[in-house]
């Protein structure tokens, strides 16, 4: 897995590059931990690069979405389909705090009109 980060105006993006599973899942978690004690309250990881995720992913997801959900909110980025059912089965993408969005321009537009300083 490549992890790096960049910003889309201004907030965080995590663009993932490989699989999330429970080797790898921990980087994850402790590079949004990071962001959240940094007071990032809008979070976005591009998953456009990433074939698969395990519990070990969901499992960091759900932390980063419990410690954001007052006050901010966690989105992914054009997650594949077997990721995106995924989430739908854990029941994120029902969540409120909870976003998915087919492309890059859909986040840049809920960001402008919804991030949270």
Do not use: C
């Amino acid at each position: 897995m490549e992890l790096t980060i960049s910003r889309l105006s201004n907030v965080p993006v995590l663009n993932i590059v490989g699989e999330i599973d429970h080797g790898n899942a921990p980087t994850v978690g402790a590079t949004i931990d990071e962001l959240i004690e940094q007071k990032q309250r809008t979070i976005l990881l591009d998953l456009s690069q990433v074939d698969y995720m395990d519990s070990g992913g969901i499992s960091v997801l759900l932390s980063a979405l419990r410690r954001l959900r007052e006050g901010g909110w966690l989105g992914v980025i054009n997650p594949n389909a077997n990721v995106r059912r995924l989430l739908q089965i854990v029941g994120l993408a029902l969540d409120a705090s909870f976003r998915v969005f087919d492309s890059v321009e859909d986040a840049q537009a809920a960001v402008q009109t919804h991030a949270r300083p």
